[in-house]
């Protein structure tokens, strides 16, 4: 049995899953890190991606919409905490909405393509993927 490691995925509004872990895989602007048990402390910006989080018995998939994820250890014991400006979990997915989201933003980009509508596309995507 791996060790385990205390995982919080908070947004500014509430928190989104909290508990015990095994890896931690999320993607930050530098690009991707997984994290177990004894990781070494760190602080990363994350883009809009996906952060998976495996448990015991099951993998939790969540649509993060940016902000940061926070590494402390000491020893093995390690607790990550992912602070999301906006976050999903892929369960609680609107697929319908994030269509929607998707039309609308490939239709700001082809009227003229500007960087807030790249980012919703991105968005939408991610969740499209994750939901579907």
């Keep these: 049995m ?20 095994t890896m931690v895989v999320a993607r ?9 048990a004894g990781h070494t402390p760190m602080l990363i910006q994350l883009g809009i991606s996906p952060v998976f989080i495996q448990t015991e018995g099951e993998r ?7 902000g940061f ?4 250890s000491s020893g093995m014991d390690t607790r ?4 999301a400006e906006h976050a999903e979990l892929s369960t609680e997915i609107d697929i319908e909405r994030a269509r929607r989201l998707k039309e609308d ?6 009227a003229d393509h500007d960087a807030e509508a790249e980012a919703d596309l991105a968005k939408a995507l991610m969740r499209l993927d994750l939901g579907g």
């Design 2 to 21: 791996a060790t385990p490691l205390e995982v919080f995925l908070v947004t500014p509004e509430h928190e989104l899953w909290s508990g015990q872990a």
């Design 28 to 36: 930050g602007t530098e690009g991707e890190v997984g994290i177990l």
């Design 60 to 66: 939790i998939a969540a649509a993060v919409d940016g």
């Design 69 to 72: 994820l926070h590494v402390v």
């Design 80 to 83: 990550v905490d992912i602070l």
């Design 105 to 110: 933003a490939e239709r700001r980009i082809a």
